[in-house]
């Protein structure tokens, strides 16, 4: 039967209050309006930026950042502003006839969502949804820190603070890009045997330490810094600390990490006028809709993998466990299946 022009019932996981668990109900989806596309959702990562009530990157193809070579955050998305709407100012889902907000222009914690055309992208048919779902955020964002923002070159020396899904995609960037050295950086040494499966060359805890971890990668860096260092937490301190572990001339700092929110940074100039340059990522500097498709490509052909971030695979009604999971530091990524 089809459902073209009718509204879907459906489940989503849906959070009336900030810090409440989710909630599956039932809900309303509206058909799609002009140049929007209804989609049914087969897989779904559980990331730290949905913790953060951020993720996901758009491309319309006619704004000043996607129109420059280097842009990659579509001035259509949601990320700067957060409306919690669709581009046209209204949302799709309703719940009892009542209006439910959309998340990052998105909502994928739904059997069925409504995205502007701008969001979609075809990809390989072939290609596992449950895995590649990473690729929409997580994992590119990561990854592409290291390979597009940072451009590490073959034999440069880099660290990576929060080894997380994201920090350890960061890694798997440096190590794609060549990297001679790749320090990890986390409180949780747990992380660190996948840390080093994915290419980290040692893992440091700045805990075992009684010196700033700035100080420790030096130590670990002849005196010089590193090349290359990432914030993947996304906290104010080891922000500064990842800018005062790079060299101090020709280091690059990059904050792959989403800050908290109304949260401001001191820091001493110092550390920048000797040359450092410091540097934001949003999705791994990806114009999404032109990099997605081949990133699943690269997937399917075996340029990289993503297996060893997947720890949890629960079906979305058990949503509630991935975030359980990602608060206690037990999963890398939780992937919620339909
Ligand atoms: N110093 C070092 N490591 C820390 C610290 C700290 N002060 N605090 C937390 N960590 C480590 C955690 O132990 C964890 O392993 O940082 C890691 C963060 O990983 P996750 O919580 O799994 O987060 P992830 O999904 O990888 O996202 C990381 O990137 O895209 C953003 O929104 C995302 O800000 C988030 C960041
Ligand atoms: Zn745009």
């Not at 590193?226 to 060299?247: K, N, P, Q, W």
């Not at 540097?279 to 809709?289: A, D, E, N, Q, T």
Request: hydrophobic residues 40%; proline residues 5%; charged residues 20%.
């Amino acid at each position: 039967m089809s459902t073209a022009g009718k509204v879907i019932k459906c489940k989503a996981a849906v959070v009336w209050e900030v810090n409440k668990p989710f909630s599956i109900v039932e809900i309303e989806v509206a058909p799609p309006k002009a140049h929007e596309v209804r989609i049914k959702i087969l897989a779904s990562g559980v990331c730290r930026s949905d913790e953060h009530v951020l993720s996901g990157a758009l491309q319309c193809g006619e704004c000043s950042a996607c129109k420059h070579p280097r842009g990659n955050l579509c001035k259509m998305s949601d990320l700067g502003v957060s409306t919690g709407l669709m581009p046209d100012g209204t949302s799709r889902f309703t719940y009892k006839g009542q209006q439910v907000h959309t998340f990052a222009s998105t909502s994928t914690f739904t059997e069925y969502t409504v995205v502007h055309e701008s969001s979609v992208v075809k990809i390989d048919a072939a290609a596992p949804p449950e895995k590649v779902c990473l690729i929409g955020c997580g994992f590119s964002t990561g990854y592409g820190a290291a390979i597009n923002s940072a451009k590490v070159e073959p034999g440069s020396t880099c660290a990576v603070f929060g080894l997380g899904g994201v920090g350890l995609s960061t890694v798997m960037g440096c190590k794609a890009a060549g990297a001679s050295q790749i320090i990890g950086v986390d409180i949780n040494k747990d992380k660190f045997p996948k840390a080093k499966e994915m290419g980290a060359t040692e893992c440091v805890n700045p805990l075992d330490f009684k010196k700033p971890i700035n100080e420790v990668l030096f130590d670990l860096t002849d005196g010089e810094g590193v090349d290359y260092s990432f914030e993947v937490i996304g906290r104010t301190d080891t922000m500064t600390a990842a800018l005062a572990s790079c060299h101090m001339n020709y280091g690059t700092s990059v904050i792959v990490g989403v800050p908290p929110s109304a949260s401001e940074i001191t820091f001493s100039p110092a550390l920048i006028f000797t040359g450092r340059t410091w540097k934001g990522s949003i999705f791994g500097g990806w114009k999404s809709k032109d990099a997605v498709p081949k990133l699943v490509s690269d997937y399917m052909g075996g340029k990289f993998v993503l297996d060893p971030l997947i720890t949890h695979t629960l079906p979305f009604d058990k949503i509630n466990k991935g975030f359980e999971l990602l608060r206690s530091g037990k999963s890398i990524r939780s992937v919620l299946v339909f």
